[in-house]
């Protein structure tokens, strides 16, 4: 099994560009594309090729191509457009995206490739720009298990829990139920800050203590000190969650699975981007807890 040297990376936002970073200092051969060019420039300046589009990166035929882009759309654009990457592709490429998009369509998207002698991982990713940045994310991958074997290398420069869960759409599927969790969590870490503060319980002692026990969870120990300092630069925007959340919430719906307390985190994210005094979606999901704050009529960093 040749081994994976060469790597393509197609977005270089808030998770794309530290994980491609860190393809480079594990030694990949690396090229880069994103939108926006000029958000290509810190890649370019640790020895990253730059192509002029998504065709132009598989036509340099690597051995893996990588995508993280905010939505479904965006990445069927980026694989099937004009300039898409199956415009350039040659037989026997792997595309790993590392996008949180639908199942279905995933499924839809590895057919198409595999038309081509393209196979597509789904590889959805959690542990937010910390875990991109230090290379710590939790990596759930869907496709098939002699490409997931081949890139084994490659996802252990960029995660640290790595898991082949099935056939194409697993590993969306797998995010799906994380995305679930991790809203849902959140909202219990808001209410019990919000009775904290309002009890005027120390927060940050009422973190500590409790991180330590049963209740504990990565929401609260890495976000609760945000939310009681009143921090809510994006780790994790408030847009991306809700584009996640309604992914979830199609999903369910086909599998007549209701879920009611993700809808209910869904609506207070939502009262968050809908709060005309600030730009709300674009705030980290720990923005959530102005919810309460303007439920309880209190503030939690005063």
């Known amino acids: ?35 926006s060019s000029d958000k290509c420039n810190p890649l370019k300046e640790q020895g990253a090729k730059v192509a ?77 720009d910390v875990g991109a940045i230090n290379g710590t994310l939790s990596i ?9 074997d081949r890139c084994e290398k490659l996802f252990n420069a960029v995660g640290k829990n790595i898991t082949h869960l099935g056939p194409a759409g697993m590993g969306q599927v797998c995010k799906a139920c994380n995305q679930i969790a991790v809203s849902c969590n959140l909202l219990g870490v808001c209410e019990a800050m919000a009775l904290a503060k309002k009890c005027g319980l120390d927060l940050h002692k009422m973190i500590d203590v409790v991180s330590g026990g049963a209740a504990g969870s990565w929401q609260l120990a890495n976000l609760g000190p945000r939310i009681a300092d009143g921090d809510h630069d994006p780790g994790f925007m408030i847009d ?23 809808n209910l985190a869904e609506s207070y994210f939502r009262a968050v981007k809908a709060n005309p005094s600030i730009d709300g979606g674009k705030l980290g999901t720990q923005a959530m807890a102005r919810t309460l704050e303007q439920l309880g009529g209190f503030q939690f960093d005063e």
């Open 240 to 262: 991306l969650v809700l584009k996640d959340l309604a992914i979830v919430v199609d999903t369910a719906r086909k599998q007549t699975l209701p879920l009611a307390g993700t």
């Open 1 to 35: 099994m040749q081994p994976i040297q060469s790597i393509g990376y197609i977005g270089m936002g808030i998770m794309g560009a530290p994980m491609a970073t860190n393809l480079l200092r594990a030694g990949f051969d690396v090229g880069v594309w994103n939108r």
């Open 52 to 128: 002029a589009s998504p065709a132009a990166l598989a036509a340099g035929e690597p051995d893996v191509i990588c995508i993280n882009v905010s939505d479904t759309p965006d990445v069927e654009t980026v694989l099937f457009g004009d300039e898409g990457v199956a415009t350039g592709a040659k037989e026997g490429l792997i595309v790993i995206d590392h996008s949180t998009i639908s199942p279905v369509a995933t499924q839809d998207f590895a057919a198409r490739l595999a038309e081509q002698g393209v196979t597509l991982l789904d590889a959805p990713v959690s542990g937010g």
């Open 140 to 148: 759930m991958v869907g496709g098939s298990q002699e490409a997931f």
